[in-house]
């Protein structure tokens, strides 16, 4: 049995700067609330689940 862990504040951050500064902007849904983070990270861990053979994917995030 597999585990993955994954520093979800690293992560977060990465995926909001990559959107932010390469010109491609924020996503928002129809309300205007911002999406670009929930969709990168689920992005981002599906190619992980894609790419390595894992059976549990530990997200582990910084609180305060």
Request: aromatic share 14%; proline share 2%.
């Amino acid at each position: 049995m597999s585990t993955m862990i994954v520093d979800g504040n690293n992560l977060a951050y990465r995926i909001y700067e990559s959107f932010n500064h390469t010109g491609a902007g924020l996503l928002t849904n129809s309300y205007g609330v911002p999406t670009t983070v929930i969709f990168g990270v689920f992005n981002t861990l599906n190619s992980f689940l894609e790419q390595y053979s894992v059976e549990k994917v530990v997200i582990c995030w910084d609180v305060g």
